[in-house]
């Protein structure tokens, strides 16, 4: 299983980006997707997850700006990420949970700055 996570960059405060997480094999399957993210000097923090049936839950940090989404038929999953801030800048990892395994994307780096 092979996940690849896209769509980071240079954004200034205020905007949007959305990122995809595209799996290697349906992700009907998994029990769980979740974004993770890594700021410099900082421990990895689960941003929001989504399971198989549809709930999400997101870190209070991004609440009301971001959504988690999942399209079943393309395989991928989304973040779509609003008013965002510079404390959001990190590399955003995407992760799937599968029988009980957990594989893991390369990662994507967003940059919030003026």
């Known amino acids: 299983v092979q996940l690849q996570a896209s769509g980071g960059g240079l954004v200034q405060p205020g905007g949007s980006l959305r990122l995809s997480c595209a799996a290697s094999?349906?992700?009907?399957?998994?029990?769980?997707m979740k974004w993770y993210r890594q700021a410099p000097g900082k421990q990895r923090e689960l941003v929001a997850d989504i399971i198989s049936g549809g709930s999400t839950n997101y870190a209070d940090s991004v609440k009301g700006r971001f959504t988690i989404s999942r399209d079943n038929a393309k395989n991928t999953m989304y973040l779509q990420m609003n008013s965002l801030k510079p404390e959001d800048s990190a590399v955003y990892y995407c992760?799937?949970?599968?029988?009980?395994?957990?594989?893991w994307g390369q990662g994507t780096l967003v940059t919030v700055s003026s």
């Open positions: 992760m799937g949970r599968l029988y009980g395994n957990e594989y």
């Open positions: 094999r349906i992700i009907f399957s998994f029990t769980a």
